[in-house]
């Protein structure tokens, strides 16, 4: 029998390595898939040798243009509008699956695996993402939006291993990324660089400046609004006397409001659009919410308004939900389903 051919999506670093490796030690026919995101960007040599020790073909599909009309356009509108997007929940969506898949598909390949942390079940023919093994790595909030047909057609080998595992294989097997630092920012942020600064300045959107207010008075100016988000203390340069955070952000003023008081970033209910399921079905009660990719999980109660709309109440309270972040509803471990928090 030949052996079943599989892509792996190869990034250059040692998760997207390992998995890769893995599915060549359990006897897959394995092609690599790179996919180009900046058209000028460098040759990676530690991608080339990763693939050349292996012994895998590597496939090269340019997606620039995609990448910045469906990833880095829309998400920098998205923080001239007073939001705070996430760039890599939309961007596995609108963009690294479907090109995987595409890229495969040219390829006459049916399956492709990745590096991310986060677990793949099928029961009853539905396909269930669950936390990874390793909690401080686990992906699954940036992957809520994938479909069942979506899921049907990829694997995660690293989701019951921890990231020192990970390194320890790529070690062991003398990979050239094993000691590779991990990337901590947005593959297309700028060192130094706030992410909303890098888009704007990327496409080329104007600045809406404006004022800091705080119980009515102007207290300051800034210098836009895509470089700030909701409860943010530092970088603001106003000077109260006492610690200062960010309350709310207009964009047709342009105004900033300020408070100093942390009870008030505080909100037990706030509205979520474009929710999507995995199963396809809303789960069953005692899910728990979580406003952002570092906060824990909350109790939440769930209720639907109209145009796929729902009212989320958590108990206790949290702090600073924004605008354009995802909402990623859990039951126990398993990945319901998440949409955009739209508004508080």
Not at 62 to 87: H, I, K, Q, W
Request: with cysteine.
């Amino acid at each position: 029998m030949s052996k079943e051919k599989i892509a792996v999506a190869m990034s250059g670093g040692v998760d997207s390595a390992v998995a890769a490796y893995l599915a060549v030690r359990d006897g897959f026919q394995v092609t690599g898939i790179h996919l180009k995101m900046e058209p000028d960007a460098p040759a990676d040599q530690q991608l080339y040798a990763s693939c050349r020790m292996l012994g895998i073909e590597l496939i090269e599909h340019d997606c620039s243009a995609e990448f910045y009309d469906r990833v880095l356009y829309a998400s920098a509108m998205e923080y001239a509008c007073g939001r705070t997007p996430n760039p890599c929940c939309r961007c596995n969506k609108v963009l690294k699956f479907a090109e995987l898949l595409r890229a495969a598909d040219m390829a006459g390949i049916n399956k492709v695996f990745t590096g991310h942390y986060v677990r793949l079940s099928c029961e009853n023919g539905i396909y269930r993402l669950t936390k990874g093994v390793d909690l401080t790595k686990d992906q699954s909030y940036f992957l809520y939006r994938l479909t069942q047909n979506e899921l049907s057609r990829v694997g995660f080998p690293l989701g019951s291993l921890t990231k020192c595992e990970v390194r320890q294989i790529a070690a062991e097997v003398h990979l050239p990324c094993a000691v590779r630092k991990d990337s901590q920012d947005a593959c297309f942020q700028i060192p130094g660089e706030c992410c909303g600064e890098t888009l704007r300045r990327r496409c080329g959107l104007p600045v809406k400046k404006g004022r800091f207010i705080h119980q009515g008075k102007v207290v300051g100016r800034h210098e836009g609004i895509h470089r700030y988000t909701l409860g943010q203390r530092q970088g603001l340069n106003v000077a109260l006397g006492v610690p200062a955070y960010i309350k709310s952000i207009s964009a047709d003023s342009g105004n900033i409001e300020l408070t100093t008081c942390q009870d008030e970033l505080l909100t037990g209910s706030f509205t979520v659009k474009n929710i999507s399921w995995q199963s396809g079905q809303m789960p069953e009660p005692d899910l728990t919410v979580r406003v952002r990719y570092r906060s824990p999980g909350v109790a939440c109660r769930l209720e639907k308004l109209a145009d796929n709309r729902w009212r989320v109440y958590t108990a206790p309270p949290q702090r600073a939900v924004t605008p354009g972040q995802a909402a990623v509803f859990y039951h126990g471990d398993i990945l319901a389903g998440g949409g955009e928090i739209e508004s508080v």
